[in-house]
């Protein structure tokens, strides 16, 4: 069964980065460029893991987690940012990970695993 990953993600080279490295991977993918699409997507579709920018037009990453968690969303989120928060203050926020940009894709690709092998 292929994973599926819901990547959010406002910068194109970026998502596409991530999204070639997971397909090749063996992931089934989906991008979205704004916290409004994701919520929307996660309406529609399960995924079994979401890749979450903090910096996003329309909604930020922030918002999102905030809403998924009220709407009861079971994916896990990995934040994947540039921003110095800390692991304490993103994990308070209910991602289950965290990544600082810039990233080596392996360091990316562990993270996905260690939720899946938590499932």
Not at 11 to 22: D, T, V
Request: proline share 3%; aromatic share 6%.
């Amino acid at each position: 069964m292929k994973h599926r990953i819901l990547i959010v993600e406002d910068e194109p080279r970026i998502a596409s980065f991530i999204e070639k490295g997971l397909r090749k991977n063996g992931f089934s993918t989906q991008v979205v460029c704004d916290g409004e699409q994701a919520l929307q997507a996660t309406k529609f579709n399960a995924y079994d893991i979401i890749l979450l920018d903090l910096l996003l037009p329309e909604k930020d990453g922030w918002t999102v987690l905030k809403e998924l968690q009220q709407e009861g969303c079971k994916s896990s989120v990995i934040v994947v940012t540039a921003l110095d928060n800390t692991k304490q203050e993103i994990f308070a926020a209910g991602a289950q990970d965290a990544i600082q940009k810039p990233f080596h894709f392996k360091d990316l690709l562990d993270a996905v695993n260690r939720q899946i092998e938590a499932e």
